[in-house]
Antibody
Framework: EVQLVESGGGVVQPGRSLRLSCAAS????????MDWVRQAPGKGFEWVGR??????????EYAASVKGRFTISRDDSKTSLYLQMNSLKTEDTAVYYC?????????WGQGTLVTVSS | EIVLTQSPGTLSLSPGERATLSCRAS???????FAWYQQKPGQPPRLLIY???SRATGISDRFSGSGSGTDFTLTVSRLESEDFAVYYC??????????FGQGTKLDIK
């Protein structure tokens, strides 16, 4: 069974940093691209970014709203995905989900809440 | 970027009725990479339909998806009380950014 479990959320002041983790199991993690998606309170979903697999040299892509501030990485040996968030803004407040698409089937975690507030 | 526009914004129906939700894409989407989700307050999205018309694991056959290209539909037959929620469409075709519709709220009339 595919499982994605996010952690690392919390309350952080504007301008500070936070690192989220996503522990994956139930599939061959190293083969698959991994994504981050977020949902601000009371709003819809926004794709944040993705990391490709080793075959694609772990290439990363980002939404314009986070490019230059957020960095996605992965550790295939630990089957884990990370989201390093720097220079956080109040508008980054959201539930952050990790996700993957296996043969067209989307899998999502339960999410972790990040609140950016002074 | 592919823009997904859902209609209506809110749909008010009674239990037992049929709900038809629409999602229109600004350009053609490969139906293999199109999904519908249900979300209730405080919960993560629940996958209902993937590949435009395939039900996800454990999803009732009251939920069905159809469509291709730029027009997709989610139908919920014989509404039950637990079906009243917000529904989102999602495309993950080709290169990012992957996009979502703004949601349709299904309300009890």
């Amino acid at each position: 069974e595919v499982q994605l479990v996010e952690s690392g959320g919390g309350v952080v002041q504007p301008g500070r940093s936070l690192r989220l983790s996503c522990a994956a199991s139930g599939f061959t993690f190293s083969d698959h691209y991994m994504d981050w998606v977020r949902q601000a309170p009371g709003k819809g979903f926004e794709w944040v970014g993705r990391t490709k697999n080793k075959e694609k040299t772990y290439t990363t892509e980002y939404a314009a709203s986070v490019k230059g501030r957020f960095t996605i990485s992965r550790d295939d040996s630990k089957t884990s995905l990370y989201l390093q968030m720097n220079s956080l803004k109040t508008e980054d407040t959201a539930v952050y989900y990790c996700a993957t698409f296996i043969s067209g089937y989307p899998y999502w975690g339960q999410g972790t809440l990040v609140t950016v507030s002074s | 970027e592919i823009v997904l526009t859902q209609s209506p914004g809110t749909l008010s129906l009674s239990p037992g009725e049929r709900a038809t939700l629409s999602c229109r894409a600004s350009q053609s989407v490969d139906s293999k990479y199109f999904a519908w989700y249900q979300q209730k307050p405080g919960q993560p999205p629940r996958l209902l339909i993937y590949g435009a018309s395939s039900r996800a694991t454990g999803i009732s056959d009251r939920f069905s998806g159809s469509g291709s290209g730029t027009d997709f539909t989610l139908t919920v037959s014989r509404l039950e009380s637990e079906d009243f929620a917000v529904y989102y469409c999602h495309q993950y075709d080709g290169s990012p950014p992957y996009t979502f519709g703004q949601g349709t709220k299904l309300d009890i009339k």
